[in-house]
């Protein structure tokens, strides 16, 4: 309690915007009695479907639920390759070896956290299925690049879109650029619903072979079972338990309605911090590409002096100490003991990708954020890096 006080109350890392309108509708979904999949999350997959332009949308259980169903629906299976980046959490890679294919990753752009499309050819074989991008911390790839790419080798494009909806590229919206695009709601997402996810696509074959997929292989949903009162159905392929419960899809939809005015809030609180921090030497912001409209995710930092770039987990260490909350997006997976130990991965495969972690920090950031809080985290980051500098 004494550290508490000392440095005054803590600026939680994120918090997710949930009021009264969520506590609402969950308990409308309670009182109706039907939790699981069934009408809620009817609905919540046709507005999504309406907000994004698309044909088809799917709710999920998780947002790795989304990508492996993409994935499989682009036909991956075993012995595949799947090309992407080591800058991503984990989950991307584990939905590639769920289809028992091998994630085959490529360096992201100098002074970036995106794929970098230049290299992706070189990474393609016989065995090249899929190319995977991963927009990270809000910021959009170069989706024309890739999809050019893609064409050409006569392969699939399926997005992990969990840091970009709300983003776009070319002024299109970041799910209409992908032959599947996967999105998670996980608590820290811009629109969450605590757990869950969405995959959608315009091609119906695929999104029937997901729908399916998602609910055990069966040929007729529980809502469609109990909801007619015809008990009888087939199992037409093996599939897996992914759908989202209508509790989930109430707060999604409510969610959804609030969407474009949270994105506001965070472009406003992502300015504050440019604002704030002008005047600190050795530090940058992520910049936005040409023709990208970043989804202001994360709050990503990135240091620019030597120095201070070896210092980097001392100072996040004397924020959180200060009562700051501090993450890292992300270790690349090649680092990681498994990818070494499955792959054949090594430190220096990925020089880009380790020199972007090495030296980024992300911040605190949420749509409810002050001013005032976000200078508290600005000033204390200044008297951290002026202390250690």
Same mark, same amino acid.
């Given at each position: 309690?004494?550290?508490?006080?000392?440095?005054?109350e803590?600026?939680?890392?994120?918090?997710?915007?949930i009021?009264g309108?969520?506590?609402?509708?969950?308990?409308?979904?309670?009182?109706?009695?039907?939790?699981?999949?069934?009408?809620?999350?009817?609905?919540?997959?046709?507005?999504?479907q309406?907000?994004?332009?698309?044909?088809?949308?799917?709710?999920?259980?998780?947002?790795?639920?989304?990508?492996?169903?993409?994935?499989?629906?682009?036909?991956?299976?075993?012995?595949?390759?799947?090309?992407?980046?080591?800058?991503?959490?984990?989950?991307?890679?584990?939905? $590639?070896?769920?289809?028992?294919?091998?994630?085959?990753f490529?360096?992201?752009?100098?002074?970036?956290?995106?794929?970098?499309?230049?290299?992706?050819?070189?990474?393609?074989?016989?065995?090249?299925?899929?190319?995977l991008?991963?927009?990270?911390?809000?910021? @959009?790839?170069?989706?024309?690049?890739?999809?050019? $790419? %893609?064409?050409?080798?006569?392969?699939?494009?399926?997005?992990?879109?969990?840091?970009?909806?709300?983003?776009?590229?070319?002024?299109?919206?970041?799910?209409?650029?992908?032959?599947?695009? %996967?999105?998670?709601?996980?608590?820290?997402?811009?629109?969450?619903?605590?757990?869950?996810?969405?995959?959608?696509?315009?091609?119906?074959?695929?999104?029937?072979k997901?729908?399916?997929?998602?609910?055990?292989?069966?040929?007729?949903?529980? =809502?469609?079972?109990?909801?007619?009162?015809? =008990?009888?159905?087939?199992?037409?392929?093996q599939?897996?338990k992914?759908?989202?419960?209508?509790?989930?899809?109430?707060?999604?939809?409510?969610?959804?309605?609030r969407?474009?005015?949270?994105q506001?809030?965070?472009?406003?609180?992502?300015?504050?911090?440019?604002?704030? %921090?002008?005047?600190?030497?050795?530090?940058?912001?992520?910049?936005? @590409?040409?023709?990208c409209?970043?989804?202001?995710?994360l709050?990503?930092?990135?240091?620019t002096?030597?120095?201070? $770039?070896?210092?980097?987990?001392? $100072?996040?260490?004397?924020?959180?100490?200060?009562?700051?909350?501090?993450?890292?997006?992300?270790?690349?997976?090649?680092?990681?003991?498994?990818?070494?130990?499955r792959?054949?991965?090594?430190?220096?495969?990925f @020089?880009r990708?380790? %020199?972007?972690?090495r030296?980024?920090?992300?911040?605190?950031?949420? @749509?409810?954020?002050?001013?005032?809080?976000?200078?508290?985290?600005?000033?204390?980051?200044?008297?951290?890096?002026?202390?250690?500098?």
């Amino acid at each position: 309690m004494a550290k508490r006080r000392r440095h005054g109350e803590a600026v939680d890392f994120y918090r997710p915007p949930i009021g009264g309108a969520e506590k609402a509708a969950v308990a409308v979904v309670l009182g109706r009695g039907w939790l699981t999949s069934g009408p809620e999350t009817a609905r919540f997959e046709e507005e999504m479907q309406s907000h994004l332009g698309v044909k088809h949308a799917l709710a999920t259980s998780s947002g790795t639920a989304a990508l492996h169903l993409g994935l499989l629906a682009a036909g991956v299976g075993p012995g595949d390759e799947v090309i992407t980046s080591p800058y991503t959490f984990v989950a991307t890679a584990e939905a $590639i070896a769920y289809c028992g294919a091998k994630p085959v990753f490529v360096d992201v752009e100098s002074g970036g956290y995106n794929i970098d499309p230049d290299l992706i050819e070189g990474a393609i074989t016989p065995r090249t299925r899929v190319i995977l991008p991963v927009g990270i911390g809000g910021i @959009p790839c170069r989706s024309d690049r890739i999809r050019q $790419i %893609a064409r050409r080798y006569k392969l699939a494009v399926v997005e992990d879109g969990a840091h970009t909806l709300g983003g776009s590229y070319k002024n299109k919206p970041i799910g209409r650029w992908a032959d599947a695009t %996967a999105f998670s709601f996980y608590s820290t997402k811009n629109l969450t619903t605590g757990e869950g996810g969405m995959v959608v696509t315009d091609r119906a074959a695929w999104h029937k072979k997901m729908r399916v997929l998602s609910r055990h292989g069966l040929s007729k949903a529980t =809502w469609d079972r109990y909801g007619s009162r015809s =008990w009888s159905y087939d199992v037409a392929l093996q599939g897996y338990k992914y759908n989202m419960s209508d509790l989930l899809a109430a707060l999604g939809r409510v969610q959804l309605r609030r969407f474009a005015r949270l994105q506001k809030r965070r472009e406003a609180v992502a300015r504050w911090y440019r604002e704030c %921090a002008a005047d600190i030497a050795g530090l940058s912001f992520t910049e936005v @590409p040409p023709h990208c409209r970043s989804a202001h995710h994360l709050l990503m930092v990135r240091l620019t002096d030597r120095l201070l $770039i070896k210092k980097r987990d001392r $100072i996040l260490s004397e924020l959180a100490r200060r009562n700051i909350g501090v993450s890292v997006h992300f270790i690349p997976l090649h680092a990681m003991t498994h990818f070494r130990r499955r792959y054949g991965c090594k430190r220096g495969d990925f @020089p880009r990708a380790e %020199a972007s972690f090495r030296a980024t920090m992300s911040l605190p950031f949420y @749509p409810t954020m002050t001013r005032d809080t976000v200078k508290r985290v600005v000033d204390t980051l200044r008297s951290v890096m002026d202390h250690l500098g």
